[in-house]
Structure formats: C-alpha cells, structure tokens
C-alpha cells in the first residue's frame, strides 16, 4: 500500500497520513495513560469496598465455623446419649431381676416392660425393646407421641435394625434419620436373643441449630451495613486533609500561591499537609525568583536595547560617524551581555547547588584574591592580614565575592588611592575584607545597597546594581553574611562573615 505525497509551501513532500500518525500516537498515549491510572473509583469508595471484603469474608469464616461446630455439637450429644442409655440397660439387665418384686425375669417382655417403665426419654428418643416369637418380631418401647410409630408402622425399618452386623448405625425413617446403638440380651439359657434399641431423631437439634446459623446471619449483615456506614464516614473525616490539599493544588496558580493547608494533630495526614505547604514554600520562591530575574532583566535590558535601537535607526554614511555608532553599540552589548550574566548568576543563587564547599587553606585563597584584585585598577593595594588554617568554602564562588568587592572600591576610588585588603579566622568565624578611602555609605543606605539595581546616593557608580547583591547571595549560600562598616566621608569596609570550623592554632592569631 503507498501513500501519495502532497508538496508543502516549502516544496518538500510530506505524507498524507502523517498526522494522522500523530493522532494514533496521541490516542495510544492517552489510552496508556488511562489503563494506568485505572478505573475513576473514589478513595473513599475503595477505602469502604477493602474493608467491607474483609469484614464480609471475616463473618462467612466465622458463620461456617460455628455452622460446622454447632453440627459436630449436636452428633456428639447424640452419640453420648445413646451410649448412656446403652449402659443403663446393660447394668440393668446383668442384675435380672425386677427392682421391685426382685423376681427374676424369665421372658424379653418382662426385661424391656420393667426396665423401659422406668426411663424418660428425651425430646427425640425413643426406647425400643425387640424380641421374636412365633408371630415374629415383638416390640415394646418408651418414648414421645409419634417417634415410634414412625418405626414400627414399617416392620422393615426394625428388622434392618436387628438384622444389621453393626452395633450402631443410621437408617431412614417417615420421621427423617434416626441414629440407632443395639444391646443383645438373652434372658434364660437357650432362648432366643432379643433387642434393646435406643434411637435418637436429630433432626430437631439440627435444625435449631441451623436457627441459630441463620440467626448469626441476620445479625452479621446488620453489622456489614452498620460497618458500611461506619467506614463511609471514618474513610471521609481520614480523607478530609487529602481533599483539602486537592482541592487547595487545583485552585494555586501561578499568580496565587499564598493559599496553605491547617495542618491539625501529628499524625500522617498532618505530615502530609506540612510537606505539601513546604512544597508551597519553595514553589512560592521559585516563582518569586523567575518573576524578579524577567522584571530585573526587562528593567535593566530596555535601557541599553533603546541606545543600540536609536543609535542604528539614525546611522548615516558617514565612515567616522559609523565607527562610532559601532563602538556605542558594543559598549552597550557588553554592557548587556554583563548584565546577563549577573542576573543568571543571581537565579542560581536560590538552587542547592549554587555552591559546592570543600576544604581549602586560608592562606592560599588569601593569596589568589590578593594577587587577582592588584589588576583591577591602578590603586595603592595593601594586604593587612592573611587568616590561618582550613576552612570549607566554594573557592571560586568566594573568590568572585572579593573581586566584586574590590571592583566596587575601585569604582569609588580615584587612581593612587589606597585599597586595603586582608583575611583573618577566631572562634569559627572566617572573614575576608576590602576597605577603601571613598566617600563612604550613609547608615541609612546601608541596607539598600544589597537590593538589585540599587545605587546608593554617597557611593553612585556606572553599574547595573548587581554586583552587591551577587556578594550577599554568595555569603548566605555559605550560611553567612556581608557586613558594612563607613563613616560618611571616610572611607568604608565591606566584608564576609563565613562560618568555619576552628583552626587548631586559633588563640595565637588575632582578629582585626
């Protein structure tokens, strides 16, 4: 099968089918999305559905095993007492003689008449003596209205009995099973055997305990619902916290990010709501830190993108002219191009991995700045102090804090004028400074000074207003700080407060 190609305004082919490629691409994705995310049953629902399984299979388990025992409770009491009414005739029938006359019984009917006269069956027992004459099998018995009836209108049922190799066994009757045990007795030497049959009909028992099973049943399902209810209503107050933070997730936009969730007890859902309102927290920063990076660079690019628009909508033929405007133009594209790269350096400055410490001598770092700021400008540069020892810092990151700070006395310098520099380490603390004999800050500018494309008025220079606030990122990145020390008119110190682990010499060196 081929496909005709049609000619795109570019003059390339493209293939007919081609987006429509794309739609079963997007199609089989959205349906792969959808088989894992599953069906759209509510937490609450399955939360309620786990636990009514679980309860359901909980009461079948226990409905059967009471079916089961109450059964094997009931065959057992049948089984006892027929063994017990067994014995009694037994011990009865040994002595053979009547209780009352003490004459001794010469016939089966006189057995089973004296000792059934004294017995009183049970409800579903019945007593049954048999013996045999010339008109065949002979009964008499002791028991409820009807049991035996049951038995001796079929003869049949009786001579199975008799007949039967077994001393006990079940047979059918009108009446439903009957549970037998059979004692063979002889009442004079060379007679003919007879029969004492006890029987139990445990079709009552049976079926007041299959009552009771149903009863059982009856009161589970009331529990099922009642635990329905119940897990309905405890899954919804659990799932509470959850549904809030749903909800509040869909109503935060980019331009609303104030919203945070009550965070109530300490358990998992209270852990829950204060990772979720952390994640707010830094969803919040970061957004704050892209929105201050595109206001700073559409603040301070526009100035320098109107100079080279100007100067290129009014370039003449004129060679002199031309390289002048050329030169404006680079000077502001560099100009532009540093601005740039401030501001990128002031968005990482919020990312964990804006700086990476790591051991590095005081003394050696002391050094690089020294012999890296001396170019700078043509200044007097004095190296006052030099710290000792180790400290854990981002070398480069330090380094370019310092050539900030010197860049900035230079700015606010005039040539020859001195520049002190130097380092020192006490109690923990590593400190790097730059002073400079330039008109000084105001106290109140002071804080001023380290917000973006801030100018103070005593120290007014050609820069973007970054260079400050890049030293201050760098020192909190190192959990410390930037101090200034001025007196107006007099010069100023600027310097980094960084913690550091003590030097082991710390008490021979001096702090200025």
């Not at 209205?145 to 059918?172: F, H, K, N």
């Amino acid at each position: 099968m081929t496909t005709e190609p049609r000619r795109s305004t570019a003059g390339t082919t493209e293939p007919r089918h081609a987006s429509a490629g794309t739609d079963e691409s997007d199609r089989d994705t959205s349906e792969t999305t959808e088989q894992r995310r599953g069906p759209a049953v509510p937490a609450r629902a399955r939360i309620m559905g786990w636990m009514l399984l679980v309860l359901v299979v909980v009461l079948v388990a226990i409905v059967l095993l009471a079916r089961q025992f109450l059964h094997s409770d009931t065959e057992r009491n049948v089984t006892a007492a027929l063994e017990q009414e067994a014995n009694e005739f037994v011990t009865f029938a040994e002595t053979g003689r009547d209780p009352t006359t003490g004459s001794l019984f010469t016939t089966p009917e006189e057995l089973f008449t004296g000792f059934l006269q004294r017995q009183y069956p049970d409800s579903g027992e019945a007593l049954i003596g048999v013996w045999r004459d010339q008109n065949g099998l002979r009964h008499t018995n002791q028991a409820q209205p009807g049991l035996v009836r049951e038995v001796s209108d079929d003869p049949a049922v009786l001579q199975r009995i008799v007949d039967s190799p077994e001393a006990y066994g079940t047979v059918d009757t009108a009446a439903g099973p009957m549970r037998w045990v059979r004692v063979s007795t002889v009442t004079a030497p060379g007679a003919e055997p007879s029969w004492f049959i006890g029987a139990q009909f445990p079709e009552a028992a049976l079926a007041e305990t299959d009552r009771t099973v149903r009863t059982l049943i009856i009161v589970s399902a009331f529990g099922v619902v009642l635990a329905a209810i119940a897990s309905w209503v405890v899954a919804g107050a659990i799932l509470a916290p959850v549904r809030q933070v749903r909800q509040t997730a869909a109503e935060i936009g980019e331009h609303d990010l104030t919203q945070r969730i009550p965070v109530h007890g300490r358990d998992d859902i209270a852990a829950l709501a204060e990772q979720f309102n952390s994640m707010l927290d830094r969803l919040q920063d970061a957004f704050a830190t892209q929105r201050r990076f595109v206001d700073d660079a559409s603040h301070e690019l526009r100035t320098p993108i109107t100079i080279v628009r100007g100067h290129l909508e009014l370039l003449e033929a004129d060679p002199t002219e031309q390289e002048e405007v050329v030169r404006l133009c680079t000077d502001e594209l560099d100009r532009m191009t540093r601005i740039v790269e401030d501001l990128l350096v002031l968005a990482k400055a919020d990312r964990p991995d804006f700086v990476h410490p790591a051991p590095v001598s005081f003394p050696e770092l002391t050094s690089d700045v020294d012999a890296k700021i001396r170019t700078l400008g043509d200044r007097t540069w004095v190296l006052e102090h030099v710290g000792e020892g180790e400290i854990d810092v981002d070398e480069q990151r330090i380094t370019q804090a310092m050539l900030q700070l010197a860049h900035n006395a230079v700015q606010h310098t005039e040539p020859g004028s001195r520049i002190r520099f130097g380092s020192a380490a006490h109690l923990g603390t590593a400190t790097l400074w730059i002073t400079d004999e330039g008109p000084g800050v105001e106290p109140s500018e002071v804080e001023g000074l380290f917000d973006r494309f801030s100018r103070g008025r005593s120290r007014s220079g050609t820069g973007a207003g970054l260079g400050l606030p890049i030293v201050k990122a760098i020192a909190e990145a190192h959990q410390g700080r930037v101090r200034v020390l001025s007196d107006p008119g007099e010069g100023a110190t600027f310097g980094l407060e960084l913690p550091t682990r003590r030097p082991a010499n710390a008490e021979s060196e001096d702090h200025p």
